[in-house]
C-alpha cells in the first residue's frame, strides 16, 4: 500500500476470522513498529504477544473479574472520565457502532455483550500487550513514545491485510494478565492491540469514526493570510 491508503483506509477493528496470523509476521510488523520515534531514542517499550490457550485464559479471566465486580486494576492510570467535547466524541463513535451493529438504546443485554467483547479482545486470534521499563515510570515522555509505537504498529499490521484495535478492557484486570503473560515486574503495563484478519462480514469494521477538521485543530503562527501559503 501507499502510505496515505494506510492512513486514509485504516480502521479499528474489532470482529476478526479465527485464522491464526504467523509468527514471522508479527515479528515483522513489531520490527516495523519499532522504527517510531522516542524520547532521546530511550526506546521504553516491550512487547508481550499472546495467542492460543494463554490468551484463552486472560478472556476468561478477565470476563470473570469484570463480571463478579472485581474493581479494575489497570496500571496505567485512567484519569478522570472525559466531559465536553471530548465526552461528546466518545459518545458519537458508541452510537456509530451501536448503529452498526443494531444495538437499541435500550437493550441492555447487548450492550453488555459488547463490553465483554472489549474484555475478551475482541475474540481476535492475537493480543499485543505494550509495556513500558518501570524504571522509567512517571516520565511524560515514555506514554507518548508508546502511544507512538502503538500507532505506528497498527498502521505497520493494515499495510500487510491485518486489522488491529488498541484498546484498555483487555488490561484492565492487571494481576490475571500478568500471570497468563509473564510479565515480567520491571515492567508497567500500558496497552493491549487486538490484531487479527478482520471479518468483512462484522458489521462494526465498516465504521469510520468521525474526525474534526484541520482547521478545528490546528492554529498556524508567522504564515502570510493566504491559506496556500503563497504570496
Known sequence: ???????????????????????????????????????????????????????????AGNTERNLAGVPH?????????????????????????????????????????????????????????????????????TPFDCGAVATTLVNAAWSRGLGAVINSQGIMQSPVVREHAGIADDQVIMKSIALGWPDDSFPANAVVSERKSVAEATVFVGFDADPAGQA
Request: proline letters at 5%; one cysteine or more; aromatic letters at 10%.
Open 1 to 59: 500500500m501507499q502510505f496515505d491508503d494506510v492512513i486514509l483506509g485504516r480502521r479499528s477493528i474489532r470482529g476478526y476470522k479465527p485464522d491464526p496470523v504467523p509468527r514471522a509476521l508479527i515479528e515483522e510488523i513489531i520490527g516495523l513498529a519499532m522504527r517510531a520515534p522516542s524520547s532521546m531514542n530511550s526506546q521504553p517499550w516491550n512487547f508481550y504477544v499472546l495467542s492460543g490457550e494463554p490468551l484463552d485464559r486472560i478472556r
Open 73 to 141: 486494576s489497570r496500571e496505567f492510570r485512567t484519569g478522570e472520565g472525559f466531559t465536553g467535547q471530548h465526552r461528546d466524541r466518545q459518545v458519537g463513535v458508541a452510537k456509530q457502532l451501536f448503529s452498526a451493529m443494531g444495538i437499541a438504546r435500550d437493550d441492555k443485554d447487548a450492550r453488555q455483550d459488547w463490553v465483554l467483547r472489549g474484555f475478551r479482545q475482541f475474540d481476535a486470534p492475537v493480543c499485543v500487550i505494550v509495556t513500558y521499563d518501570r524504571v522509567l515510570a512517571g516520565s511524560d515522555d
